[in-house]
């Protein structure tokens, strides 16, 4: 059963780039779609993007001229890019699995695998 | 972006109870809802998808329904490891957006 494991630095000054790793286990990342969440007190949680295993990505707008997510398949993980951050970014930072669930012939995208979260708080 | 609206934000009840969260969406998200439940500390866990398929593993209680603007998280009989945070999600396009959760406390 596939399983999920966030890493990166959990301080970072502003104006740094966060930086995180999400490896995958137990399956193939090869795929399916791969994509990043986080979680604040203040604004909850908060879709960060996702990567196909083809290498097509989607960004929410409101971070896509800060964020990158890239795949390395040999070493089957991906990881995100958040450049110049500030205060806002401080937050609790998800990787899950976006699985396609056919319903009736109707495909639903959900998150059905999540890391356990890494904390990433941004302090001068 | 489609806006997720949850309300109330927390709401109190007992071991048994019958259970009822709603969820609901600025635009027509058709049946592209996903439910998910949170505990403190944890990863949030998929219940529901499309509005009301259980996912594999999550118990029968557990129950889905909307679609367009408006939906509804049931829960037929609480239990005490159900005292968590609910959250809905829209995948009906990209950015997927979530709801500001609502926290199922006990009574």
């Known amino acids: 059963q596939v399983q999920l494991q966030e890493s990166g630095p959990g301080l970072l000054k502003p104006a740094e780039t966060l930086s995180l790793t999400c490896s995958v286990s137990g399956g193939s990342i090869s795929s399916s779609y791969w994509s990043w969440i986080r979680q604040s007190p203040g604004k909850g949680l908060e879709y960060i993007g996702y990567?196909?295993?083809?290498?097509?990505?989607n960004y929410n707008p409101s971070l896509q001229s800060r964020v990158t997510i890239s795949l390395d398949t040999s070493k089957t993980q991906f990881s995100l890019k958040l450049t110049s951050v500030t205060a806002a970014d401080t937050a609790v930072y998800y990787c899950a699995r976006l699985e396609q669930q056919l319903v009736h012939g109707l495909g639903y995208y959900c998150m059905d695998v999540w890391g356990k979260g890494t904390t990433v708080t941004v302090s001068s | 972006d489609i806006q997720m609206t949850q309300s109330p934000s927390s709401l109190s009840a007992s071991v048994g109870d019958r259970v009822t969260i709603p969820c609901r969406a600025s635009?027509?998200?058709?049946?592209?809802l996903n439910w998910y439940q949170q505990k403190p500390g944890k990863a949030p866990r998929l219940l529901i998808y499309?509005?009301?398929t259980l996912e594999s593993g999550v118990p029968s209680r557990f129950s889905g329904s909307g679609s367009g603007t408006d939906f509804t998280l049931t829960i037929s009989s609480l239990q005490p490891e159900d005292f968590a945070t609910y959250y809905c999600?829209?995948?009906?396009?990209?950015?997927?957006?979530f709801g500001q959760g609502t926290k199922l406390e006990i009574k």
């Open positions: 635009q027509s998200v058709s049946t592209y």
């Open positions: 990567i196909y295993y083809s290498g097509s990505t």
């Open positions: 999600q829209h995948s009906y396009m990209t950015p997927y957006t």
């Open positions: 499309g509005a009301s």
